[in-house]
Structure formats: structure tokens, C-alpha cells
């Protein structure tokens, strides 16, 4: 049988594919532009949208199981009920749900509302699912690298009661070996849910002391309010989403997204090997521009 990939050409559903080819499944995944996606051989690829009720229900035809992955959009809660009732309507009760962490207490912002909306659904409508909670992404800092490297500054208002940030890349194998255990179980097994965090729980000084150390020089911490970094989003994207954001960034200070005791040993247990670190992410990103 087949497992359906929905997101596959993000930071995350790449290397979820990427990760269930190296295991031998057999993967689909769903995009709107084929001609503008790469996908390693032997991938089988669907044209359409999650809006498109006709190629929604090709894509899941012979499908056994279901990553769900749904970028945020403006319509984000609708594309996640329509799919999950096209899933349902397929037989095909077997889902990996990428949610988020605590996505049941800060439903002000709307995509965590959006995703606690979602794991109720997964639960009321009777599906075998692995919900992934994940903390902020490591990935996301790829957008202000330029900022920490050309001024010096860390410009995330993260606060200071720390964030477990996450990397992509575990994310992704953590998805692929829970999609790999409910796709090859004999029979339905009970919902499950794993929070996804990184080895440390990091503050914006924290963050900003990493990479004063990496690049052998003074990287400081912008702060905690976030209207700036509202106006630096809204210019490269949607003012609506741009104010999602800011009120995300508001939680960050107000709460933080700090693991529960024992996740990161559970998640080193799953992958029989440490976490990807904050700190090299920041090697990485410095090693890349010290060869240009």
C-alpha cells in the first residue's frame, strides 16, 4: 500500500519523503505544480490542491496511510477538514498529523487554534493517529541569517523563558518511522501524541550568546517586543500572516515552548541517536558564509 505525503515540498515533508524512500515505502505525494517539484525516483506524484475535491480523491486512491502537513494560509482550518473527511471517506484511517507544541492553550494564534481544532477532529471522527507536536523550527532562522551575519543582531523576540527549538530533519524521521509503524500494523493502533523539541531550551540571549561564540564576535539580542518584527515580515508577506507572527512571538515571551519532562530522552530513544542542536545549525549556516 501507499503512503500519501500532503506538504512534501516544504522544509519538513522533503525530508519526510526523503526519509520513507531510504525505508522502502511506497510514497505519493500531493502537489499543486509537479513541474516545479523534485522528488527522488520511484515517487509517484498527484497533481492538485486540498481544495480540489476531485484530485484530493485521486490522490488518495490506494492509499493506506496519511502524513498531513498544512501550511498556514488563510484557510488553513478548511483544507484540514476537507482532507481528513476525504481520508475518512477513502478507508483511510491511518494519519501522522503534524500539529504543534501546546497547540491547545495558545489558541489566540490562529494556526495553533487551527491544528487543536484538527487533533480534536482526529480523535472525534475515530482516526488511528500520531499527532507531532513540534516546538519553533531551527529552519526558520535560514529567513534572518542575513541579519545575525551583515548586523549583529538576533532579531527573534523569543523572550526569555526559553524555546525547545527543533530541526527540520528530526521532525521528518520521526514522522517516517511513525508513519512506517501504523502503515505495516496489523490493526488500529491507539493515537499517540510526541512532542517534537531540541536537545535545549534556549532564550533570545541564549540564542544570541550561541552565535556571538560561533562567529568569534558580538551578536546581540533585539528584544522582546515584536511590533518590529511584525513590520519586517509584512514586507514579504501577507499583513494577516505577518500579524499571526507577531501574536505567535507574543507567546514565545509570555510562555515560552518548553519540552514536558521526558521528551527529549523519548525523542532519542525513537531515533537511536542525539538531537540536531541550535548550535549546529549555527555552525553550519557560519561555515556556509565563510566560503563566499
Not at 525530508?15 to 505519493?28: D, K, T
Not at 532562522?141 to 545575525?148: P, S
Not at 546581540?220 to 514586507?235: H, K, W
Not at 549556516?285 to 563566499?292: H, Q, V
Amino acid at each position: 500500500m501507499t503512503i500519501l505525503v500532503i506538504g512534501a515540498t516544504g522544509r519538513v515533508g522533503r525530508h519526510v519523503v526523503q526519509q520513507l524512500v531510504n525505508r522502502g515505502a511506497r510514497v505519493r505525494v500531493l502537489t499543486r505544480d509537479p513541474s516545479k517539484a523534485s522528488f527522488p525516483d520511484g515517487v509517484e506524484v498527484a497533481q492538485g490542491d486540498l481544495l480540489d475535491i476531485d484530485a484530493l480523491r485521486t490522490a488518495f486512491t490506494g492509499v493506506s496511510t496519511l502524513f498531513l502537513l498544512n501550511a498556514v494560509t488563510g484557510d488553513e482550518f478548511t483544507q484540514a477538514i476537507i482532507t481528513l473527511n476525504i481520508a475518512s471517506e477513502a478507508g483511510v484511517d491511518r494519519v501522522v498529523y503534524l500539529s504543534v507544541l501546546h497547540a491547545n492553550r495558545a489558541v489566540n494564534v490562529p494556526h495553533f487554534a487551527v491544528k487543536s481544532g484538527a487533533e480534536r477532529m482526529l480523535e472525534a471522527m475515530g482516526f488511528s493517529a500520531t499527532i507531532l507536536r513540534p516546538s519553533y523550527f531551527i529552519d526558520n532562522e535560514v529567513m534572518i541569517k542575513d541579519v545575525i551575519l551583515n548586523h549583529g543582531v538576533y532579531p527573534m523576540p523569543i523572550g526569555n523563558k526559553g524555546v525547545a527549538m527543533v530541526d527540520a530533519r528530526d521532525i521528518a524521521e520521526v514522522a517516517a518511522i511513525e508513519l512506517i509503524r501504523r502503515e505495516q500494523a496489523p490493526g488500529k493502533l491507539p493515537t499517540e501524541t510526541i512532542n517534537l523539541v531540541g536537545p535545549d531550551t534556549l532564550t533570545g540571549s541564549n540564542v544570541a550568546a550561541i552565535w556571538s561564540e560561533v562567529l568569534d564576535r558580538p551578536v546581540a539580542y533585539g528584544g522582546d517586543d515584536p511590533s518590529g518584527f511584525e513590520q519586517n515580515m509584512a514586507t514579504f508577506m501577507p499583513k494577516w500572516m505577518a500579524y499571526e507572527m507577531r501574536l505567535m512571538a507574543e507567546r514565545y515571551v509570555s510562555d515560552g515552548m518548553i519540552p514536558d519532562q521526558g521528551d527529549v530522552e523519548r525523542l532519542t530513544g525513537i531515533l537511536g541517536r542525539p538531537l540536531h542542536s541550535y548550535r549546529d545549525f549555527a555552525n553550519e549556516i557560519a561555515a556556509t558564509a565563510s566560503r563566499f
